[in-house]
């Protein structure tokens, strides 16, 4: 009767043993595939380079490190200061990675004012991301 009830511990110390590795098998592709989304949306970058004034012409440019949101764009957008806050003056959508895409505003005759770049966009998880460049002040 010793060896029987040795012999039944074994047992269900083994159906245990041999269960838990096989609940946390079944557990892995889940918790991979939600380790995968997190990365593609952390991995949403936006980039920006500097606001400058060549001739009469106010231009921005900034590119984006991975699709970003369910589009996959992001948008550029010079903006001048005024006394109510930023006037969004020219704007460019930003789509693919790896590469810079430019917004242009003319800004002859306007006189002087504070420019600057943002650029914008939403990550694949729905969150909101955003940069802002330098502040320009110029006299056109």
């Known amino acids: 009767m010793r060896k029987s009830s040795a012999t039944s511990v074994l047992s269900t110390v083994l159906a245990a043993a041999l269960a838990t590795p096989l609940v946390a098998l079944a557990a892995a592709p889940a918790q991979a595939a939600a380790s995968t989304q997190?990365?593609?949306a952390l991995a949403c970058e936006l980039h920006l380079g500097p606001t400058t004034k060549s001739g009469s012409t106010i231009v921005g440019f900034g590119s984006q490190s991975q699709d970003c949101g369910t589009?996959?764009?992001?948008?550029?957008v010079i903006q001048r200061s005024r006394w109510y806050g930023w006037q969004d003056l020219a704007?460019?959508?930003v789509t693919g990675r790896g590469y810079d895409a430019y917004?242009?505003?003319?800004?002859?005759?306007?006189?002087?004012?504070?420019?600057?770049?943002?650029?914008?966009g939403r990550t694949i998880g729905g969150s909101p991301a955003f940069k802002?460049?330098?502040h320009l002040r110029v006299s056109c």
């Open 38 to 40: 997190a990365a593609a």
């Open 71 to 76: 589009s996959g764009t992001s948008t550029l």
């Open 91 to 93: 704007n460019t959508t």
């Open 103 to 120: 917004v242009r505003y003319n800004c002859s005759g306007t006189g002087t004012h504070t420019y600057r770049t943002i650029h914008v």
């Open 132 to 134: 802002e460049s330098n």
